[in-house]
């Protein structure tokens, strides 16, 4: 190529020099340590401090590769410096324009544009530092970026005239170089932005993936820990689940005090493996000494040397530090190196720690602790995925605690429920029955023996769920007493199969029949009680009637609230029971009116196993 003036050897020496830097940004944007940093959104400061010295290096690039125009010294400084605050924040853009204004200053020709070089290096560094979020968001726009860098070059121009002592020497320098250098720097901070572009595109990909990876764990993961943390097999899975479907070499699950479960991957052999060597997690292990990686057996198994991460965990009895200082801040820990004095050093110097905490109601119940085979840096992805596993996993635990605390309450309603005995059900079933015992001694017997079995039925049933029958035959016993007081006044009727083998919560009829019995007389005074039992393809259907006057409707209304509805708590609790082990839709079902109530109650045939095996067990 043929160059014939001054403009456009000054245009061709520019686009050299970006392309130079472009390639740079290529060989810098296919490193993984730098892709890494990059999208890390918490950098340490060792991080920090690499990435500055990078975007330095490309601003001393650019300053050494200058073009002489007229006395001056064109250059593309400009891209290096605004690209370290716009893709390494406002920190690293401030070190690294910091660290090339130096080189500029020290080294820039003519010397009396050195100042004003060197202070608008510092300025690209802060401007791009300054709109980092903007472009972190995703919210970046081309034509921004472009008139961004020409708002630089022009502050650029500023200072060259303000801080020069030749003020017109500098002004005549402007004049010939403004346009080339404003538009050329422009388009080249977009090629060099752009080329990293990928690795922002990788960091989506990543983070669909880990998003993919963490929802595929935890539904793995959360059925294991629906117990809480408790030694066992539900533990033992679930450090197994968690090695296998991550690339971990290590994992430790503890509880507040003590360590519940570890795992490892097997590292390949030194040689051919020995038979017959014990497993180390089933040694029992003696005082030991405690260090970053907690409390060590001294001996080992000679025949198992060098020592591997099965040993170092295998000879554990308190949780490491790290998983102790983990709780004691509620937060993650991170250690990439242990001491050098420390026994194990040789051996775990390969591997980086972090240990996060189970935290419930702002207190630490327990920490999982990760071994992962180290890198230049660790992962984002890594540090997240732990993180989030265990913040889902004590959402979990929690949940199954609130799950555990409302069987709890039932099971006190329940109890309630048994021992809540009507008085005047007893004193008129006895004098029912002293009346009796003048003119029939063989019908009172009987009465007692009904009596006796109906307390008994009450206060002595530990099962929560019974068959259907013995609900049913428990109900006739109360029945056949108020039978014997009212006599011909109280009639009662049953249309119920023969097979009544589902089960159902216990004394769940009792309330209902009691109050169709109090309150169901007609205008006449006679009491009519139905009970009809239908069964249908996924429910059985209760329905207990009587021929009273209804249920006022403020007593509705409390019901369907789920307020007591005056000073039994019978009805209530039986809502509120057939709610909550069959669901928000099956509370009672009332059908009031004038001549008489329905009160219709569904019994589903599916249930939850689980739940059902625990309602058996309260």
Excluded at 497 to 502: E, F, V
Aim: charged share 25%; glycine share 6%.
């Amino acid at each position: 190529m043929n160059i014939h003036t001054d403009g456009d050897r000054l245009v061709f020496d520019l686009i050299l020099n970006i392309g130079l830097l472009v390639i740079v940004a290529q060989l810098l944007s296919k490193l993984k340590m730098v892709q890494s940093m990059l999208v890390q959104e918490r950098r340490t400061w060792r991080h920090q401090l690499i990435l500055s010295l990078l975007f330095a290096a490309t601003i001393i690039l650019s300053t050494f590769t200058s073009i002489d125009f007229g006395g001056y010294n064109l250059n593309t400084r400009v891209i290096g410096a605004m690209a370290a605050g716009l893709l390494g924040g406002p920190l690293v853009g401030m070190y690294a324009s910091f660290l090339g204004a130096i080189y500029v200053y020290i080294f820039s020709t003519p010397k009396i544009f050195a100042s004003a070089a060197a202070f608008s290096t510092v300025l690209f560094g802060l401007l791009g530092g300054s709109f980092y979020p903007y472009f972190q968001r995703g919210k970046w726009k081309y034509r921004d970026l472009f008139l961004l860098a020409c708002f630089a070059e022009i502050c650029d121009m500023v200072s060259l005239l303000r801080l020069s002592p030749e003020m017109w020497k500098a002004f005549e320098t402007i004049l010939q170089i403004s346009f080339p250098m404003i538009v050329l720097n422009s388009c080249g901070i977009l090629l060099f932005i752009s080329t990293f572009n990928n690795v922002f595109i990788q960091q989506d990909l990543e983070s669909s993936r880990q998003l993919q990876r963490a929802s595929e764990l935890s539904r793995k993961c959360l059925p294991l820990l629906y117990k809480g943390l408790h030694k066992g097999e539900r533990i033992n899975q679930l450090a197994s689940v968690i090695l296998r479907e991550t690339d971990w070499s290590g994992v430790m699950i503890t509880n507040r005090s003590e360590i519940l479960e570890w795992r490892f991957k097997k590292p390949e052999p030194y040689g051919e493996p020995k038979r017959g060597v014990p497993d180390i997690r089933n040694c029992q292990v003696p005082e030991g000494r405690k260090g970053l990686l907690g409390s060590l057996n001294q001996t080992h198994n000679p025949e198992r040397f060098p020592e591997d991460l099965s040993d170092i965990l295998g000879r554990m009895t308190e949780i490491p530090e790290i998983g102790e200082k983990a709780m004691d801040t509620r937060e993650l820990v991170t250690v990439h190196q242990i001491s050098k004095n420390n026994k194990d050093y040789e051996r775990m110097k390969e591997y980086s720690l972090i240990a996060a905490p189970f935290v419930i109601r702002d207190q630490s119940i327990g920490c999982m602790i990760v071994w992962i085979k180290k890198q230049w840096v660790i992962r984002q992805s890594e540090t997240e995925l732990l993180q989030n596993l265990v913040t889902i996993g004590s959402t979990q635990i929690a949940m199954a605690e609130l799950d555990h605390q409302k069987r709890m309450r039932q099971k006190a309603e329940f109890k309630a429920l048994q021992f809540q005995v009507n008085p005047h059900f007893l004193f008129n079933a006895l004098n029912t029955i002293a009346y009796v015992c003048r003119e029939n001694p063989d019908r009172a017997r009987e009465l007692l023996v009904i009596l006796a079995n109906y307390f008994r039925y009450n206060l002595n049933s530990e099962n929560y769920m019974v068959s259907m029958r013995e609900e049913l035959d428990h109900v006739k016993d109360y029945l056949e007493l108020e039978k014997a007081r009212f006599e011909d006044k109280l009639t009662v009727t049953y249309d119920v199969p023969t097979q009544m083998d589902m089960r159902i919560p216990t004394l769940i009829f009792q309330p209902i029949v009691e109050n169709a019995v109090r309150y169901g007389a007609d205008q006449t005074g006679r009491r009519r009680v139905a009970i009809q039992i239908r069964d249908r393809e996924k429910e059985v259907i209760v329905r207990i009637c009587d021929a009273g006057k209804g249920f006022p409707a403020e007593i509705l209304e409390k019901l369907k609230n789920g307020e007591p509805t005056g000073k039994s708590i019978g009805l209530t609790n039986v809502h509120r029971r057939m709610k909550s082990i069959y669901g928000e839709d099956n509370g009672l079902v009332i059908v009031s009116s004038e001549k008489g109530s329905t009160v219709e109650l569904h019994f589903l045939k599916e249930m939850p196993k689980e739940g059902e095996d625990e309602n058996r067990n309260n």
